[in-house]
Structures are given as C-alpha cells and as structure tokens.
C-alpha cells in the first residue's frame, strides 16, 4: 500500500517534531556545554579529616542563580561532622550532644549550605563569598560567575584512600531545576600565589555537574512574546493560559490591576512566591518584539519586556534572541549586546541585558515594571527578507527560561506576500466575473 503524504501533513510534521524537542529538556540547543560544575578541592589534612575549599561555577551562558540564592546539600558517605566553614554557613546544627566541648558547626547526615550576606565580616570571609548566594551567568558577568566557601570536616579519613567524597548533591537555585551527577575524582586543582611565583595544588579534587531542565524547575512556563509590525495593525499574541489559567492552583494567586498600588505597599512585596497580575496568559514575564521601521538599507526593532509579578524585581535579568539576522546587528539601544555562537559558522543568537545601574533591573510589576530597547539592523538580502514572518524571532528566552512563541502560521506577513489578499471575497468576485465571461 503506497502512503502518500501532502505538504501540509509534511509541514504539520515537522512543525510537530520542532516544537517538541525545543523546550524543557535538560540538553539546551542554544548552550549546549552550559552546566555548573561544583569543584570540591582539599587543601590540606587536619587529625581527624581535612579543610576543602568548595567552588561553584557557573559555566551557563545566559542562566544565572538570582536572589534568594543557591542551596547545596548533600548525604555524607560516613560519620562526617563539618566543624568548621568560612564564607557559608549550614542552614541547621543537627545533633552535637556526643561532643564535647566546644560543638561542630553542623552534625547533620545530610547539611544543607548557603553563601553568606553582603557585609559579613572580614574574618568570615574568602574570595568569591558572601553575595546572598546569587551567582551571574558566564556570558554576562564572567567575573562574577563563581561562589566559593571553605569547609573542615571531621571524622572522615586523613588520606587519599579514606577519604569519601560526598553524594547525593542536590542544587537549589534558589528553586529545583538542577540534576547533580556523582562526584568524579579528576586531576588536582593547582592554585597561585598572589604574586605568581609560586604555584600549589590540592590534595585531592573532586568535581560534581549539575544541569539544569526547566520542566523539573516548574510544571509551567515563566514567560510568553507578542508580536506586531509597521505593515500590520493587529497584535499577534501568545496562547491564552500560555503559563497557566486564573482558576489554576499552579499558577497561585493573581489579582487586578487597580489595586497594584495596595500590593506594592504591603509586606508581601518581599516574597518570593509570585504574586501575577490577572490576564490571559498569567505569565510572570512577557516579551513584545515591535518592527518599527523599514529603511533602504536597515531596519529597526523595539524590544519591550514587562514584569507581570507583584513580588519580585529580576536582577542581572537577560534576553536571549534567535534570528537569522543577528549577524548584521549594527547598533542598539539602552541595553547590551554579546553574540552566542552555539554552531560554528552561525551567528544568528544574542544575549541582551541591561545596563548596570540604569536598566539591569525588571521591577516588579506596575507603572515601572517594564524595560525597552531598539536594534537596528542591516538587510541581507540573501540570508533575510520580511516576507513571511522572517521579521520575527524564532525563538526568545528570558533568564535561561524558553519563551512560549505564537504559532508560526501567525505571524505578521509583509503586505505582499500576505495571501489574505488572494481569498478576499472582491478578488473571489472579481474571478468569477471573468471566468463567466469567457464561457460566453
């Protein structure tokens, strides 16, 4: 039996098969290597165990760990003791009655460590400590893509053949999403002086990778885009319930824009469940890609993301664009630019993000929860045309989150290459009339 397949069936196939590999999985196509490796290095031996230093990195490029910050656990493999930490601090002591004297810092089968606060003393401090945990993306902030603690552990073994490293690591930041793979015995770390004469190196070393999967991070999306053009008056906007519906208890409370006012004023302002304004879509974030104008040689986009959520103003926030004519991006406003190149030769990805101390931060939603920037582009006529939609991105992320997009068949088409023009009932007429003559 021969099968034979129309163009639509092939067309819904494979706009079937892209739309169900782009999203929640923990492979990232547009980050493929990005993951956050924590580094466990020993430093040194003590009696009874050792004193590590311990080091996130942060090797995603546009995904970063935002306030409240991270939280690392994990499950000792014998009767470890942590007696000691500087630049964290265990979130529980646990029980340390069967010691003597002064107690260990934690006792716990299985601790749980966070980063210490801005403004903790010197003495409690190493490099890369104390900022409440929040960790900045590679691409963005490479200097600040890391956080470290230093830990004494007892009761552990004293050499490299006691030791055990620790499992079941766990990585919240600050909610789940990440999946932490065992520790791995790798080469040690080696380290330099201040003065970089003199080079040392760890003990042992151990790394554990963690990489992230937005559907184990939430059952629901975090942000939506909208589309409109010059050459178009209507507004193509995302799915209703895009991120959830009102009536659902996923997407927690939502209230009216007219009482905005009232929530910004109460105390629930510094929590960190979200609170949305009531819409259609109950996204926290919405993305709006505006074609502006159409010069000779360039064009023009407005980029406009506004925060939906009553209770949490977005830090270090970052946009990521795919489109084939980032390649030709000539200027841009208000914002900062950083090409991604996840496939060699292609660079048809960005990463936009604020300015610092002028638009890096999304506040919470309300009469200035919205930021807005234009890009200008040159036209390449053989790699890009607005006809068709290719005016429009193919895919938006928002801190490392994938966007829920319009339908493709939605998107605005250029006025002549449109086909609402060939089924208008004047040209269906126009038709007729002309083939009755003819028949005459």
């Excluded at 942060?58 to 500087?86: C, D």
């Excluded at 930041?173 to 990440?178: H, N, S």
Aim: hydrophobic content about 35%; charged content about 15%; glycine content about 6%.
């Amino acid at each position: 039996m021969e099968i034979v397949y129309s163009r639509f069936s092939v067309l819904f196939l494979f706009l079937l098969s892209w739309t169900s590999f782009t999203t929640t999985d923990a492979y990232d196509a547009l980050d493929p290597t990005g993951n956050i490796t924590i580094k466990w290095d020993i430093i040194s031996w003590t009696p009874d165990g050792y004193v590590a230093r311990v080091t996130i990195f942060n090797f995603q490029q546009y995904r970063h760990i935002e306030a409240p910050g991270w939280q690392l656990g994990w499950t000792w493999l014998k009767k470890e003791v942590i007696w000691s930490m500087v630049g964290a601090q265990a979130t529980e002591q646990g029980d340390c009655s069967k010691f003597k004297g002064d107690p260990p810092h934690c006792c716990k089968k299985t601790p749980t460590v966070v980063d210490l606060l801005p403004g903790t003393p010197y003495n409690h401090q190493i490099s890369n400590c104390c900022r409440g945990g929040v960790v900045s993306a590679w691409a963005q902030d490479p200097a600040n893509a890391a956080s470290s603690f230093q830990i004494s552990v007892g009761q552990s073994g004293t050499t490299n053949t006691t030791v055990r490293a620790p499992r079941n690591v766990t990585l919240k930041a600050p909610g789940p999403g990440y999946t932490c793979g065992p520790a791995k015995t790798v080469a040690p770390t080696k380290f330099f002086s201040d003065d970089k004469r003199r080079k040392t190196q760890a003990m042992m070393t151990w790394n554990m990778t963690c990489t992230y999967s937005q559907f184990l991070a939430r059952k629901t999306p975090t942000c939506c885009v909208s589309l409109s053009s010059f050459y178009d008056k209507t507004i193509v906007p995302f799915p209703t319930c895009s991120c959830g519906c009102q009536n659902s208890s996923q997407t927690g409370t939502c209230v009216d824009q007219k009482i905005a006012s009232v929530i910004q004023a109460s105390s629930r302002k510094n929590n960190y469940e979200p609170l949305l304004q009531c819409t259609q879509h109950m996204c926290p974030i919405r993305v709006h890609w505006h074609v502006k104008t159409n010069y000779k040689e360039y064009w023009r986009v407005k980029v406009s993301i506004t925060n939906f959520n009553f209770n949490m103003n977005y830090s270090l926030w970052n946009m990521v664009a795919q489109h084939p004519n980032f390649n030709n991006v000539t200027q841009l406003f208000s914002f900062n630019y950083k090409p991604l190149s996840p496939y060699a030769g292609i660079n048809d990805t960005a990463m936009l993000w604020g300015i610092k101390f002028y638009n890096d931060m999304l506040s919470q939603a309300g009469p200035v929860g919205n930021v807005q920037s234009e890009l200008l582009f040159r036209k390449s006529p053989s790699k890009f045309t607005f006809e068709k939609g290719w005016a429009f991105p193919r895919r938006i992320y928002f801190n490392g989150d994938n966007c829920v997009m319009p339908p493709p068949d939605s998107y605005p088409w250029f006025p002549n290459a449109t086909p609402k023009l060939a089924t208008s009932p004047f040209i269906v007429l126009l038709i007729t009339f002309f083939s009755v003559l003819i028949r005459m």
